[in-house]
Protein backbone atom coordinates (compact mmCIF):
# COMPACT_ATOMS: atom_id res chain seq x y z
CA UNK A 1 0.00 0.00 0.00
CA UNK A 2 1.39 3.26 -1.28
CA UNK A 3 2.08 5.44 2.43
CA UNK A 4 4.05 9.04 2.65
CA UNK A 5 6.38 9.31 5.99
CA UNK A 6 7.13 12.62 7.12
CA UNK A 7 10.06 13.18 9.32
CA UNK A 8 12.58 15.88 10.73
CA UNK A 9 9.99 17.34 13.38
CA UNK A 10 11.14 18.10 16.69
CA UNK A 11 11.78 20.70 18.81
CA UNK A 12 13.37 24.13 18.21
CA UNK A 13 14.23 27.50 19.62
CA UNK A 14 12.07 30.49 18.06
CA UNK A 15 14.28 32.20 15.34
CA UNK A 16 15.56 28.65 14.30
CA UNK A 17 15.22 26.30 11.20
CA UNK A 18 14.00 22.85 10.22
CA UNK A 19 14.10 20.65 7.56
CA UNK A 20 11.20 18.41 7.20
CA UNK A 21 11.15 15.52 4.77
CA UNK A 22 8.26 13.23 2.55
CA UNK A 23 9.37 10.17 1.39
CA UNK A 24 6.97 7.49 -0.73
CA UNK A 25 6.83 3.96 0.78
CA UNK A 26 5.74 1.46 -2.36
CA UNK A 27 5.62 4.20 -5.02
CA UNK A 28 8.00 7.16 -6.74
CA UNK A 29 7.28 10.97 -5.72
CA UNK A 30 7.90 11.71 -9.29
CA UNK A 31 4.90 12.23 -10.74
CA UNK A 32 2.53 13.58 -8.25
CA UNK A 33 2.46 17.29 -6.74
CA UNK A 34 3.73 17.24 -3.20
CA UNK A 35 1.93 20.07 -0.89
CA UNK A 36 2.64 20.80 2.91
CA UNK A 37 0.14 20.97 5.32
CA UNK A 38 0.38 22.00 9.30
CA UNK A 39 -2.09 21.72 12.07
CA UNK A 40 -1.34 24.03 15.13
CA UNK A 41 -3.10 22.65 18.15
CA UNK A 42 -6.77 23.46 18.38
CA UNK A 43 -6.91 24.86 15.23
CA UNK A 44 -7.70 23.66 11.63
CA UNK A 45 -5.19 22.00 9.24
CA UNK A 46 -3.37 24.81 6.63
CA UNK A 47 -2.38 24.38 3.44
CA UNK A 48 1.23 25.96 3.08
CA UNK A 49 3.16 25.27 0.59
CA UNK A 50 3.30 22.76 -2.95
CA UNK A 51 5.91 21.59 -5.76
CA UNK A 52 4.39 20.43 -9.00
CA UNK A 53 5.98 17.33 -10.78
CA UNK A 54 7.61 20.05 -13.29
CA UNK A 55 9.29 21.64 -10.29
CA UNK A 56 7.07 24.50 -10.16
CA UNK A 57 6.03 25.73 -6.53
CA UNK A 58 3.70 27.53 -4.38
CA UNK A 59 3.74 29.13 -1.05
CA UNK A 60 0.86 30.73 0.91
CA UNK A 61 1.79 34.77 1.26
CA UNK A 62 1.93 34.22 5.13
CA UNK A 63 5.32 31.79 4.99
CA UNK A 64 6.84 31.97 1.57
CA UNK A 65 9.55 34.54 2.95
CA UNK A 66 10.58 32.03 5.65
CA UNK A 67 9.70 28.01 3.52
CA UNK A 68 11.42 26.54 0.59
CA UNK A 69 10.26 23.61 -0.21
CA UNK A 70 12.04 21.66 -2.76
CA UNK A 71 12.50 18.09 -4.17
CA UNK A 72 14.96 15.39 -4.82
CA UNK A 73 13.86 13.12 -7.46
CA UNK A 74 17.44 10.93 -6.99
CA UNK A 75 15.79 10.32 -3.70
CA UNK A 76 12.16 10.43 -4.39
CA UNK A 77 11.94 13.05 -1.62
CA UNK A 78 10.44 16.24 -0.73
CA UNK A 79 11.53 18.92 1.43
CA UNK A 80 10.56 21.71 3.05
CA UNK A 81 13.01 24.06 4.72
CA UNK A 82 11.53 26.30 7.54
CA UNK A 83 13.63 29.37 9.19
CA UNK A 84 13.34 31.78 11.11
CA UNK A 85 10.75 29.26 13.25
CA UNK A 86 8.18 31.15 15.53
CA UNK A 87 5.80 29.47 18.38
CA UNK A 88 3.04 30.18 15.93
CA UNK A 89 4.77 27.67 13.69
CA UNK A 90 4.12 24.61 16.29
CA UNK A 91 1.82 21.79 14.76
CA UNK A 92 1.66 18.49 13.04
CA UNK A 93 3.26 18.65 9.71
CA UNK A 94 1.87 16.73 6.84
CA UNK A 95 2.83 15.92 3.04
CA UNK A 96 0.20 14.74 0.68
CA UNK A 97 0.44 13.65 -2.55
CA UNK A 98 -1.85 14.87 -6.03
CA UNK A 99 -2.07 14.08 -9.18
CA UNK A 100 -2.58 17.61 -10.14
CA UNK A 101 -0.60 20.20 -10.33
CA UNK A 102 -0.06 22.69 -7.94
CA UNK A 103 -2.16 25.90 -7.91
CA UNK A 104 -1.65 29.39 -7.62
CA UNK A 105 -3.61 31.19 -4.77
CA UNK A 106 -3.98 28.55 -2.45
CA UNK A 107 -2.98 24.69 -1.01
CA UNK A 108 -5.83 23.19 -1.27
CA UNK A 109 -6.16 19.59 0.55
CA UNK A 110 -9.45 18.22 -0.82
CA UNK A 111 -7.21 17.73 -4.30
CA UNK A 112 -4.45 15.71 -2.42
CA UNK A 113 -5.34 11.79 -2.20
CA UNK A 114 -2.69 10.12 -0.27
CA UNK A 115 -1.44 11.85 3.32
CA UNK A 116 1.65 10.68 5.73
CA UNK A 117 1.05 10.64 9.52
CA UNK A 118 2.75 13.71 10.38
CA UNK A 119 5.99 14.77 11.67
CA UNK A 120 5.55 17.45 15.10
CA UNK A 121 7.13 20.32 15.12
CA UNK A 122 7.49 22.47 18.40
CA UNK A 123 8.74 25.93 18.42
CA UNK A 124 9.40 26.95 22.11
CA UNK A 125 12.09 28.28 24.26
Known amino acids: QAQLVESGGGLVQPGGSLRLSCAASGYTLDYYSIGWFRQPPGKEREGLSC???????YSVESVKDRLTISRDRSQSTVYLEMSSLKPEDTGTYYC???????????????????WGQGTQVTVSS
Open 51 to 57: ISNNGNT
Open 96 to 114: AASPLKCQDGAVKAGVFNY
